[in-house]
C-alpha cells in the first residue's frame, strides 16, 4: 500500500470505516508485534500492549489531525504503552522472557529477529536505547523522524543508535560462537 492509499484509509477510519481502519491495523501488525517484543522482552504481554494501542487507536483516530502521519502516531501509543508496562514490570520484579509466538516473527526483512544472541544483545540495552533501535529497525524510522516521536534532538538519537549497536556488537563479540 502506498502513502497515498495509506492516508485515503486514514481518511475513511476517522469517518467510521471499520474495515478501512482494520486495514491499516494488518499493515503495521507485524511491526508493532516486533517492536513490542522486544521492548517487553516477549511475553503475554505483547499482544495485551498491542490491542491498548490499537483500542486507542481506534477510539482516538478521530483526533488524528495529519493522516499521513498515521504511523508515526500509532507508534507513539505503542512506545508509551510499552513504557508503561515497563514500568509495572519493575515495580512488580517480574518479567517474563519466554515467549512460543517467537517464531511467528521472522521475516524476509529482519533475518536475525529470531537469534537468541542478538535478542541477549537486545537486553543489554537501557530503555531509551531499546526504544530508539526498535523504531529505528522495526519500525522503519530515520533518526529525524524517531527524534519527533520521542521529542528529542536529532544528533541525540544518532549518538543514542550507535552507542547500543556498539553495545550490541561488543556483547555478540564476547559471546561463545
Same mark, same amino acid.
Given at each position: !500500500? #502506498?502513502? =497515498?492509499?495509506?492516508?485515503?484509509?486514514?481518511?475513511?477510519?476517522?469517518?467510521?470505516?471499520?474495515?478501512?481502519?482494520? %486495514?491499516?491495523?494488518?499493515?503495521?501488525?507485524? *511491526?508493532?508485534?516486533?517492536?513490542?517484543?522486544? !521492548?517487553?522482552? @516477549?511475553? =503475554?504481554?505483547?499482544? =495485551?500492549?498491542?490491542?491498548?494501542?490499537?483500542?486507542?487507536?481506534?477510539?482516538?483516530?478521530? %483526533?488524528?489531525?495529519?493522516?499521513?502521519?498515521?504511523? $508515526?502516531?500509532?507508534?507513539?501509543?505503542?512506545?508509551? %504503552?510499552?513504557?508503561?508496562?515497563?514500568?509495572?514490570?519493575?515495580?512488580?520484579?517480574?518479567?517474563?522472557? =519466554? *515467549?512460543? *509466538?517467537?517464531? #511467528?516473527? %521472522?521475516?524476509?526483512?529482519?533475518?536475525? $529477529?529470531?537469534?537468541? *544472541?542478538?535478542?541477549?544483545?537486545?537486553?543489554?540495552?537501557?530503555? !531509551?536505547?531499546?526504544?530508539?533501535?526498535?523504531? !529505528?529497525?522495526?519500525? @522503519?524510522?530515520?533518526?529525524?523522524?524517531?527524534?519527533?516521536?520521542?521529542?528529542?534532538?536529532?544528533?541525540?538519537?544518532?549518538?543514542?543508535?550507535?552507542?547500543?549497536?556498539?553495545?550490541?556488537?561488543?556483547?555478540?563479540?564476547?559471546?561463545?560462537?
Amino acid at each position: !500500500m #502506498n502513502k =497515498d492509499e495509506i492516508t485515503a484509509h486514514v481518511l475513511l477510519a476517522r469517518n467510521g470505516d471499520t474495515a478501512a481502519f482494520c %486495514k491499516l491495523y494488518e499493515l503495521y501488525y507485524k *511491526d508493532m508485534y516486533r517492536y513490542a517484543y522486544y !521492548m517487553l522482552g @516477549g511475553g =503475554d504481554d505483547v499482544e =495485551d500492549v498491542i490491542s491498548e494501542t490499537v483500542l486507542d487507536a481506534f477510539t482516538g483516530i478521530k %483526533k488524528l489531525k495529519h493522516p499521513a502521519k498515521f504511523k $508515526a502516531w500509532i507508534f507513539q501509543i505503542l512506545t508509551t %504503552k510499552c513504557k508503561r508496562q515497563i514500568a509495572t514490570y519493575i515495580k512488580n520484579r517480574e518479567h517474563i522472557n =519466554d *515467549d512460543p *509466538d517467537f517464531d #511467528n516473527l %521472522k521475516t524476509e526483512d529482519h533475518p536475525y $529477529a529470531l537469534s537468541v *544472541d542478538v535478542r541477549n544483545a537486545f537486553s543489554t540495552l537501557n530503555e !531509551m536505547e531499546k526504544t530508539v533501535v526498535s523504531l !529505528m529497525v522495526f519500525g @522503519g524510522y530515520t533518526s529525524r523522524e524517531v527524534a519527533r516521536i520521542l521529542k528529542s534532538r536529532e544528533g541525540t538519537i544518532r549518538s543514542l543508535k550507535s552507542r547500543a549497536f556498539n553495545k550490541m556488537s561488543e556483547y555478540l563479540k564476547e559471546e561463545p560462537a
